[in-house]
Structure formats: C-alpha cells, structure tokens
C-alpha cells in the first residue's frame, strides 16, 4: 500500500503540535481581508447589479425630470425628490438587498460553518460582512442620487447635502441589515416592512417612533444643508450624521455577538 | 495555564498533554441535544483516542447532530464536550486543530478550488497558506491550478474539497461527516487510506455513515448510534457479532425446500420456519453463522439442490432496532 501522505507526514508531525492557548483568534492577519473578498465577491449577482442599476437610472431620470421643469424654488423641489425618492426608497432598499445577503446567503445555503470553523474573531467576520456591503452600496447609491441632485438644479448645497445623507444612511443601514439577515431567515421581508410600515408610517405618527428610524436623520442632513423645511426633519447636523454612523457600529457589534452564540447549521 | 508553565512563563505543558500523557483527546459526557420535540443526541458519553472511529448509524440517528456538538456548531442541551481538554464554543482558538467536513454539499461557489482551501487555511493562520492549500490538494488529488469555479465541480469532487479545506490547517481532531458519499469506489479507498495514516499520526480521526461495509473499512473502533443513543461501542468484530447474535430470518430456495428445513430443524440449526410455497421456506435461527457455513453440507447430504439463501431482515435499519431495544 503507497502512502498517501507521504513524506509531508514525516516533515510535519501533526499531532504533536500544542493547542493554542485560550483567546489566541487575533493572530490570523488576512482575514479580515479574505472574508471581505469573498463576501464582496458573493453580492456580484447579475439579478442584484440590475435591479439596483434600474433604480439608480430611475433616480436620474426623475431627477432631469424636475430641473427640467424650470420650477420657481428648485432647491426645495430637488430637496423633496431627494427625499420621497432617494432616502425613502432607493438608499434603504439597495443596502437591503446587499447587506442582509451577506451573511444571509450563507446560512441559507449552509455555508457560514466554514467562516464559523475557523479561529477568526466573529466580530471580524461581522465587520467584514457590514464592510463589504457598505463597499457596494456607497457608490450604487451616492453616485446616482449625487447626478440626480445635480440634475434637479438646487444647487452646490443640495448635491453636497445628498452625498452626505446617502452616506450616513448605507453605514447605518448596512450594520442594521446585516443583523438581519442573522437573525431572521426571511430578512428581505423583515427588512421591508420596517422601510415600509415602520418608517413609512408608523414613524409619522409620534416623534419617539420618528427618532427610532434612520430616515428622520439622513433627511435632517439633506434638510440642514439647504435650509428646506422636510417633514420629521427637525434634527442637528451633528446628530444627523453621527447617530445613523454610531446605528451602524452598534449592529456590527451586535452581529459579532450573536455570530458567536448563534447555532450553525 | 498549568502551574509550571505559570512558574517558568514558557511552554504550556498542559496543552501539549494529549502527547506527554494518555488524555482522551475527544471527551463526551452525557451529552443531549434537542430540538423542540425531536430528541436528535440522548444522554451520550465515550472518550476518543488518536486513530480513525467510525460513527454508524441509519438516517436520522443523529449522527450529524453529534459531529456539530463536537465541533462546537451547536451547543449541548445537557452534558459536556472537551476537545483536547477544551470546550469548543467556548474557546474558539481549539478551533485550530478541529478540521470537519459538515454533511451539505454547499461550499463557496464562487471560489475556485485552490481558493477555497487557501482561504481556510489563511483563516486558520497558518504560516504557508499557499504550500498548505497545494499539498492539501494534492491529498485528495486535486489540482490546485484548476480554474473552474466550485459551482461547476461534480459532488465527488466537491467532496474531496470539503476534505482538504478540513486538513489543510494540520489539525489533530478532523471530524468527517459521510465523507465517502459521492466519490468513486478508487477514490472511496483513496479517501479510507488517507484517514488511516493520519489516524496512524495521532490524529484523533471520527467518520460518520450508514454503511456497515464502509464502517468495516475504516477500522476497528466503532460508535454505534441510533435513535439519538450510542447503542454499542468497540472494536468493529465484537459489534458485528453483536448484531449478528440475534435472531435471523432468511428465505431458503430450493428443490426440496420442505425437507431441508425439517433437517435443519432436526440439527438445530434454525428455530422456526415458515412455508411460503413449493420452492421456498424462511427460516428463522439464532446463529446466523453456523447456518451459513452448515446449510449446503446438509443440502448435499439429503440431495437438495440449494438455489438461493436470502437474509431477510439484514438491512441496517433492524439491526439498529435490535441494538437500541436490547436491554
Ligand atoms: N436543525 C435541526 N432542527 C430540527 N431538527 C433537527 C435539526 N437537526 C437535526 N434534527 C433532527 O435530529 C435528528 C437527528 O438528525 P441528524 O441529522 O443528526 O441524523 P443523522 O444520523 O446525521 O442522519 P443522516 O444519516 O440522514 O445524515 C433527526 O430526527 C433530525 O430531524
Ligand atoms: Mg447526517
């Protein structure tokens, strides 16, 4: 009988090398890199890049719908579109889309036992998920709402106001929807019904609910940058931008912590 | 920390035991593991040494549960689990010599072979990521320079993947869970040989699967479990006789099938027997192998010409009942 191990065997004796001790996960440099890679690299779907491209021509075309208009207060007609459209539809369900897939995917198709099985830090390998996903959505999302803006004709402010908001608005997003897609199995339809019903309606109806959804600050940003009054938007620059960047630290913690918990299939 | 390795701040001599001293490198003590009504692992204990242990056991035993439980997948309900003296969920860094190839089939499809195992391999932080990944699969005979994507590879070769993700890291604990399942029989013996000459290295090796011959391959250390119970524990003989002692019932064809019977019976070589028509009885005996070596010398003595002897109830899954209902 030939070996199948071979020389290797004698080279490497296995089985007598120590057990590391207890808390050593942190010496595995790469990974945070390696598992970015392959998350990105899992989120390129034709289906995906698709729908996201038709919303962000949509979110152009509508914007040289109104700078065609010639309107008498541009500013304010661009600030609304931004709003109802941008930070109301296609920020919050593009990072859907991407961010609760991350880790999502992977349990679905029973694939995160061999992230799970490795000596990697699972806040790591949140922070990798969030990361990747914000990688996308930055540029899916600021760049057509940035040329929408642009288009709409309400000036520097605007367009600066815009990128802002869209920005805040994927961090945070991105760390909460990948909790998501985590924790439920059906995360696209949680995630939703909390565009939908949460921030949609609920959060119109008392100020508490308004200030526990993201759309309240990235529309204050847009609000404070051009001085046009939007509803629910009565908050400071400084909270506006902070507090959806501090949401989505928060959730990547969070997921680190229930990745650790969590029983893999 | 041991008390000399705290005093001399050097090598920890307490996680290198398992060579200096005979400590199990697998422990399992009254081990249960629910889920909502379904009882998958009940109260299961036994120690595990270096070599190769298959796990046997029909479907839904809860062999899969068992190998997740050891390495650290899911949590016990009740009972404890150490891997070279340690919980696995507990300590993550025991995960550096855990290797396990999980039952699906899945793995990442968008990466390439060599990817995929490189990546455990960077993700193990191990110093050679790129030589390990090679020489993994070279282990199992794949080539590391093939471009094609997971997604395209066969279920046999997907299977040799899931195993050289699972020892490209070097680990002292490889847990495997049917591993054999789509591979050819040349690779099927490949595979079998591989697992023995690392369980000749130390490594504590632990294969799960329903097949009795497979089980017989793999060595002589078997855990039996059914019904979520570790049934019988041993060396593969004593097990195999263990389910061969009981009793049997087999269909005997031949040209006179009633006198062969009546002869047998006057021998003591069945307990009962049963006509089914003018060709063929079923018999029912206790031992199985006497039988077996007896039934054509007596055929021959009385001038019956035996057609056929088919094992009526030898499929697995009595076997497994037989075992679980002894007292
Ligand atoms: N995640 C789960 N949720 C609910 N029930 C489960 C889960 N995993 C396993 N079970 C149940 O536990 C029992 C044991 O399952 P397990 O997969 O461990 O069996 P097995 O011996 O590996 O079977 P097979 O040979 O089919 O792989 C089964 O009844 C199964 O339905
Ligand atoms: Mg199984």
Redesign the pocket.
């Known amino acids: 009988m030939t070996a199948v191990l071979g020389s290797r065997a004698r080279v490497r004796p296995w089985s007598r090398r120590p057990v590391p001790r207890r808390g050593r996960t942190s010496r595995t440099p790469g990974a945070f890199a390696a598992i970015y890679r392959l998350m990105l690299r899992n989120q390129a779907s034709i289906g995906r890049v698709f729908a996201v491209m038709a919303l962000g021509v949509g979110a152009i075309l509508l914007g040289a719908a109104v700078g065609l208009q010639h309107t008498v207060d541009p500013v304010h007609d661009g600030a609304e579109l931004i709003n109802r459209y941008g930070l109301t539809i296609l920020v919050p369900v593009v990072t859907l889309v991407f961010s609760s897939s991350t880790l999502g995917d992977l349990i679905d198709d029973r694939t995160l036992v061999y992230l799970w099985l490795r000596p990697v830090n699972r806040l790591t390998v949140a922070a990798a998920a969030a990361g990747a996903a914000m990688t996308i959505c930055l540029p899916a999302v600021t760049v057509p709402l940035v040329i929408c803006a642009a288009l709409t004709g309400g000036g520097i402010a605007l367009v600066g106001g815009t990128a802002v908001a869209a920005a805040v608005g994927v961090v945070g997003y991105c760390g909460m929807f990948v909790a998501l897609g985590l924790r439920f199995k059906r995360a696209l339809v949680w995630g939703l019904a909390y565009i939908l019903l949460w921030e949609g309606y609920v959060a119109k109806a008392s100020k508490t609910a308004s200030r526990l959804s993201l759309r309240a600050y990235t529309r204050s940003v847009v609000s404070q940058y051009t001085g046009v009054r939007l509803d629910q938007a009565g908050l400071t620059i400084v909270a506006a931008v902070l507090v959806p960047v501090v949401v989505g630290i928060v959730f990547v913690l969070l997921t680190g912590r229930r990745l650790k918990k969590t029983a893999v299939? | 920390m041991t008390a000399t390795a705290a005093r001399t701040g050097a090598i920890d001599l307490g996680a290198i035991g398992a060579t200096l001293e005979p400590r199990p490198m697998v422990e399992a003590s009254g081990v249960s593991k629910w889920?909502?009504d379904?009882v998958?692992?009940s109260e299961v204990s036994f120690t595990l040494g270096a070599g190769v242990t298959a796990l046997l056991?029909?479907?839904?035993?809860?062999?899969?549960?068992?190998l997740r439980l050891l390495a650290g997948l899911v949590p016990p309900d009740r009972g404890e689990l150490r891997i070279l003296g340690r919980d696995p969920r507990a300590d993550i860094a025991v995960l550096r010599r855990i290797g396990l190839v999980p039952?699906q089939e899945t793995v990442f499809d968008s990466q390439t072979a060599f990817e995929f195992v490189h990546m455990a391999g960077v993700l193990h932080g191990i110093p050679k990521p790129d030589r390990a990944a090679k020489q993994a699969l070279a282990l199992v005979e794949l080539e590391h320079r093939d471009p094609r994507r997971l997604s395209t590879y066969s279920r046999g070769m997907r299977q040799r993947v899931k195993v050289a993700q699972a020892i490209v890291h070097s680990p002292r604990v490889i847990v495997l869970?049917?591993p054999l399942t789509g591979l050819d029989p040349r690779q099927r013996r490949h595979m079998t040989r591989l697992f023995h000459e690392l369980g000749d290295l130390g490594c504590c090796v632990i294969v799960?699967s329903?097949v009795l011959d497979e089980v017989e391959r793999f060595g002589s250390n078997v855990l039996v479990?059914a019904q979520?119970r570790l049934a019988a524990e041993g060396d593969f003989r004593a097990i195999r006789d263990l389910m061969e002692d009981r009793p049997h019932r087999l269909r005997i064809t031949s040209d006179h099938p009633h006198q062969l019977a009546g002869h047998l019976l006057a021998d003591g070589l069945i307990m009962g027997l049963e006509l089914i028509d003018a060709r063929s009885v079923v018999v029912e005996t206790n031992d199985v192998h006497s039988f077996r070596r007896n039934v054509a010398v007596v055929a021959r003595e009385i001038g019956a010409r035996l057609s056929e002897v088919v094992p009526l109830d030898d499929d697995l899954d009595s076997v497994f009942r037989y075992l679980v209902g002894r007292p």
């Open positions: 299939d | 889920f909502g379904v998958a692992v056991g029909p479907n839904g035993a809860g062999k899969s549960t068992m039952q869970d049917e799960s329903h479990i979520g």
